[in-house]
């Protein structure tokens, strides 16, 4: 069994840009959250996708956005990334919509210059 | 929406003493209580949860404790050793509910002196 894995482990981008990020989901999982953590804070939760289609979304903007492709595997884009958009990235993968043990990845950092 | 306050920010316990981390909650509708345990470099890993119709939950050196009415969750860890040395987080989450987040608070630095 395989845990949960993320791509890249660091990314630097300016100010503007957009970003991608990548996650696969623990195998059998079929949900994955996403969340973002600024340093020294808590998770705060981003958005959800369940069998592909979101499924719950927290406090932040249109800009990010998300998919979850047939596999499970997610992805997590920003566009027009601003300087307080640096934080680690987590997604976590769970086994259906009623809460479960959500089990996280390793994350990828994020640096905005 | 929901709110998590935990305390303290920073603990430091000589090895073999206990540890005791307090969060309360602000939404009655929250149901779900889990405890991540982070470590430098990597993601969250759950140590232990509980649900609101749950009064304490013990695994080994480590037991939760909530309390609805005043809307209080706590970790306890006995016999901490060095290796129990992380960052902490409580959350709070609603089973069934539309919402599907949790909700963390802002974590506790647990530093278990030898």
């Known amino acids: 069994e395989t845990g949960v894995t993320q791509s890249p482990t660091h990314l630097i981008k300016t100010r503007g840009q957009q970003v991608t990020l990548r996650c696969s989901s623990q195998?059998?999982?079929?949900?994955v959250s996403w969340y973002q953590q600024a340093l020294g804070q808590g998770p705060q939760f981003i958005f959800q996708?369940?069998?592909?289609?979101?499924?719950g979304r927290g406090n932040f903007p249109p800009r990010f956005s998300g998919l979850q492709f047939p596999n499970y595997s997610s992805e997590l884009n920003v566009n027009a990334l601003e300087l307080d958009d640096s934080a680690l990235y987590l997604c976590?993968?769970?086994?259906?919509?009623?809460?479960?043990?959500?089990?996280f990845g390793p994350g990828t950092r994020l640096t905005v210059l | 929406g929901e709110n998590v306050e935990q305390h303290p920010s920073t603990l430091s316990v000589q090895e073999g003493d206990s540890a005791v981390i307090k969060c309360t909650y602000s939404?009655?509708?929250?149901?779900?209580f889990p405890w991540y345990k982070q470590e430098l470099g990597k993601g969250p890993q759950l140590i232990i949860d509980?649900?609101?119709?749950?009064g304490e939950k013990k695994d080994q050196r480590i037991a939760v404790t909530l309390n609805k009415t005043a809307k209080h969750f706590s970790l306890h860890i006995t016999e901490t050793q060095p290796e129990d040395s992380a960052v902490y987080f409580c959350?709070?989450?609603?089973?069934?509910?539309?919402?599907?987040?949790?909700?963390f608070g802002s974590g506790t630095q647990l530093t278990v002196l030898p």
């Open positions: 996708y369940y069998r592909e289609e979101e499924n």
């Open positions: 976590a993968s769970s086994l259906g919509r009623a809460w479960n043990e959500q089990f």
């Open positions: 195998s059998g999982h079929n949900t």
């Open positions: 959350a709070a989450g609603e089973v069934g509910g539309s919402a599907r987040q949790l909700t």
């Open positions: 939404d009655s509708a929250s149901n779900y």
């Open positions: 509980i649900r609101s119709n749950v």
